[in-house]
């Protein structure tokens, strides 16, 4: 009865221009009408099933998935669009892969291909498998989510006496800590940052929160990296080995790596690009050896696809999906809203926002949506996981421009999301342009304002007065220096933050970086005493668009001599 009712709806739709077998129909209900189904009224059987299929024709006629042709195209244009040399994009479906390819070069020097065995940084999508190490442990029953950091890291001290008491490992994951946005980032970044672990752990006491615990979300990288110490300290590895033993091997992921000497010597690796007055410019490294935990994996298209599919699967892998990383009660925790965030409705008429364990969670076009980007010097990732529709879409590329990936992982949901006429690249450019036009105005007046005060004929500070050793309790010492007759500032434990000062207004310099690929200049402004001297200074990046773990607002400079 039920073979013969599905032939009939299939010839009447078939004869409206779609195609759908018999087998797709069954996939389509899923049978979930059970046995007990077939004892129903032939009316009321009819009545379910044509409900049933009506829904699900009526969203495959309305959504259109984008094919490979027009993905590959989507992705070229915005290559060109944003000045991407190599970007790699994969796209899951229903258990397989539908599309799958690589563009570009890996680096504007070597001109070298991209291809599928390319390491790309993933950044922040690192933050995943950290959060899936500590669901391991508890799986294993070694510690919860509201195990109290002291209780593992005894060391373990924030600015405030009873937030340090009541901080679990679920507070490390979640960006509720109550410190600023990537407050303390500048101990691990740049990469040529020397502060050890070690140091970095007791230089959290010095970090002072902007709001109350556990009150409001701000993206926090530091306490990752404690959360990987966590990992460490329960598991007796070292993190980078139980990733690699846990998560690397068992699903076979051959190109994933996590130590930086590794990553600089692998010949098939991305090089970071940064526009630089127009032109592409290599970035140095971004983050320092022990961040891993919160940003240090690079990977392959081929493995991030491996991965995102094993999240697909709510963590099983293998042939027949007999293995699995962790517990469904786990991978459901991770999944669950754990500090809300204030957004708007977005592209996608979203309602909600909020920070899982180690993912962006929210609603788009009536779908839960698991997302998350990650970020270095010249390079940005981004990957989106649709569960409902088993869907997972992976960017990778090797310029730092969040455009880029947003057009394409949008263009691709708009496919399978049934909306047409939305150029998501022109959209994304349109902003990107307002950004850079709104840092143009602010830097251009910057040089008119130093260019108006050097030809001033005023009394000019006098440099000796500024020349000395600086120190922030976190940050470590800064040596300002009069080097023929312009102050030069240094960073003795982040060689990266090293350039020219120049003379703005009152007792406020610009610093410019040696590295102009930074994008990172800043002000310093100056603290004097009475006698005109000064004893110590404070600082704020220029533009709008520079990186927040440039966190130069969070220094406070004394003078340490």
Do not use: C
């Amino acid at each position: 009865m039920i073979e013969s009712f599905i032939a009939q709806f299939i010839l009447f739709i078939n004869d409206e221009g779609s195609q759908i077998s018999i087998e797709e129909v069954k996939k389509l209900i899923s049978f979930k009408f059970h046995f007990k189904t077939l004892f129903m009224t032939s009316t009321t059987l009819k009545s379910l099933l044509f409900g049933a299929l009506f829904v699900s024709i009526n969203v495959s006629i309305n959504a259109q998935a984008l094919s490979g042709t027009q993905i590959d195209s989507v992705v070229q244009k915005t290559m060109q669009t944003f000045d991407v040399p190599g970007i790699a994009v994969a796209v899951l479906k229903d258990g397989k892969i539908y599309h799958k390819n690589t563009y570009g070069v890996r680096s504007v020097k070597t001109k070298a291909p991209v291809n599928e065995h390319t390491l790309f940084g993933v950044a922040s999508n690192t933050k995943a498998f950290t959060t899936s190490a500590l669901a391991q442990l508890i799986d294993r029953g070694e510690l919860t989510w509201d195990t109290k950091v002291i209780d593992v890291i005894p060391e373990f001290q924030l600015y405030d006496a009873y937030v340090t008491r009541e901080f679990t490992v679920r507070d490390l994951v979640t960006h509720r800590s109550g410190l600023g946005l990537g407050a303390g980032d500048l101990m691990v970044f740049p990469a040529s940052n020397t502060t050890t672990k070690d140091e970095m752990i007791h230089n959290l006491r010095y970090l002072k929160p902007v709001s109350s615990f556990r009150s409001q979300f701000d993206y926090d990288n530091l306490l990752y990296i404690v959360a990987g110490e966590i990992v460490s300290r329960i598991s007796g590895q070292s993190f980078d080995d139980y990733i690699s033993d846990h998560f690397f091997k068992p699903l076979k992921m051959e190109r994933s790596l996590l130590s930086i000497p590794e990553i600089k010597a692998d010949p098939n690796r991305i090089d970071g690009h940064a526009p630089v007055n127009g032109t592409l410019e290599l970035t140095t490294d971004t983050f320092t050896q022990i961040s891993t935990p919160a940003a240090g994996i690079y990977a392959s298209i081929n493995d991030m696809s491996t991965w995102v599919q094993a999240q697909l699967n709510d963590g099983k892998y293998g042939e027949k999906l007999t293995d699995s990383l962790f517990s469904t009660k786990a991978h459901r925790e991770m999944w669950t809203p754990q500090t809300l965030i204030r957004s708007g409705k977005g592209p996608y008429n979203t309602h909600f926002s909020a920070y899982g364990l180690g993912w962006f969670l929210s609603d788009v076009n009536g779908y839960f949506q698991v997302t998350h980007t990650g970020g270095l010097l010249g390079i940005v990732s981004q990957v989106t996981i649709i569960p409902e529709l088993d869907l997972g879409i992976i960017v990778l590329t090797n310029q730092q421009s969040g455009a880029a990936f947003n057009a394409i992982t949008n263009s691709i949901k708009d496919g399978y999301f049934g909306i047409k006429n939305q150029d998501r690249i022109k959209q994304y450019n349109e902003r990107r342009l307002a950004g850079e036009k709104d840092e143009e105005r602010i830097v251009s007046e910057l040089e008119k304002d130093i260019a108006a005060q050097l030809k001033s004929k005023a009394p000019k500070p006098n440099l000796s007065d500024y020349v000395g050793t600086y120190k922030d309790n976190w940050f470590g010492n800064v040596a300002i220096t009069n080097q023929n007759g312009k102050l030069h500032f240094k960073s003795e434990k982040s060689s990266d933050l090293t350039g020219t000062m120049t003379f703005y207004k009152g007792t406020t310099y610009v610093v410019r970086w040696n590295d102009a690929a930074l994008k990172a200049d800043a002000f310093v402004n100056f603290n004097l005493d009475t006698q005109g001297k000064a004893v110590g200074f404070m600082m704020s990046p220029i533009s709008p668009l520079t990186d927040f773990s440039y966190d130069f607002q969070d220094l406070e400079f004394h003078r340490a001599e």
